[in-house]
């Protein structure tokens, strides 16, 4: 029987509104749940863009079977984008980030000087909580991921989704649970979309996380993903290059140098099982320093 006239017509509703249902829930499966403008725009042919091109690395990339040094020393950290990519705005605010940071004399006045801070709005103004940390912070262990998904977002904790579960198991295969380390991420907000957050916005919140990290002062740091070991050592190397390496991490307000270890972000075990094997051995490169601390 062929339909025709209202029925038609509902048939077709129907049939459109299920397209679109399927559509939207495709993008939510992407990460694309953020509506940023009304229609979408191409900057590429926008007047004043520039694209950056990445300068070369100074050495070829290792490979994961290749021996990796014992111990290498990082610049001082966090890094930021230099003065030549970040423009007059973004240095004012990452003056004045660094101002706010550095009045923090406890963690519960920088966690309050962050909530009030002016200058990620970007950030801000899109997310439902901030996500500033877990754990005990009187702990030997500091951990430092990347930047807050959904499920962080919606309870305003670290590492509490899929991805915050497994991290759990690999740190309690060696006796750590959230009673005995502590957790936080160079990015306190989730990004719209789950997009990387920008260097604009990673240079306004790094005084914030360098600040954190002297408040809390811990004997060891573990830089959960590239972004942390990035932002951090200041250095562009590959994760699977900086993974399972001891280096040091420096700040003017630490009178020592703090080791620190960058492993696989749990999210790329997610989607890299057999990888699992490097970040056990990690572990147990964390468990012995440990041990050696005492």
Known sequence: MTLSGPVSDISASISDANAALALLRFNLDAGADAAIEEAPISRFGLAGVRLETAAPK?????????????????????????????GANDRALAESARAAAA????????????QRFEG?????????????????????????????????DRLGKPFVGVSGQLLDRMLGSIGLDRTSFYIT??????????????????????PFVQRHIEL?????????????????????????????????????????????????????????????????????KLKSRLAELG
């Open 216 to 284: 809390v002062k811990p004997r060891v740091l573990v830089l959960v993903g590239a972004s942390s070991a990035h932002a951090l050592l200041g250095t562009n190397d590959g994760i699977t290059r900086l993974r399972g390496r001891w280096f040091d991490y420096k700040s003017a307000g630490l009178a020592n140098a703090v080791p620190a270890l960058p492993i696989f972000h749990p999210a790329f075990l997610l989607r890299q099982p057999a990888q699992k094997r490097e970040t056990w051995a990690d572990l147990l």
């Open 120 to 152: 990620i709005e970007s950030l801000r103004g899109r997310a439902t909580n901030m996500v500033f940390a877990d754990g005990n912070p009187e702990s030997r262990v500091m951990l430092v991921g990347e930047a807050p998904g959904a499920d962080e």
């Open 185 to 206: 991420n160079i990015c306190f907000w989730r990004p719209p979309g789950n997009r990387k957050p920008t260097e604009a916005e990673l240079v306004a919140q790094a």
């Open 58 to 86: 100074a050495s070829a990339p290792m490979r994961a079977t290749d021996p990796a040094p014992a111990n290498v020393t990082a610049p001082r950290a966090p890094a930021v984008p230099t003065a030549a990519i970040l």
């Open 103 to 114: 009045s923090a004399g406890s963690l519960d006045e920088l966690r309050e000087i962050l």
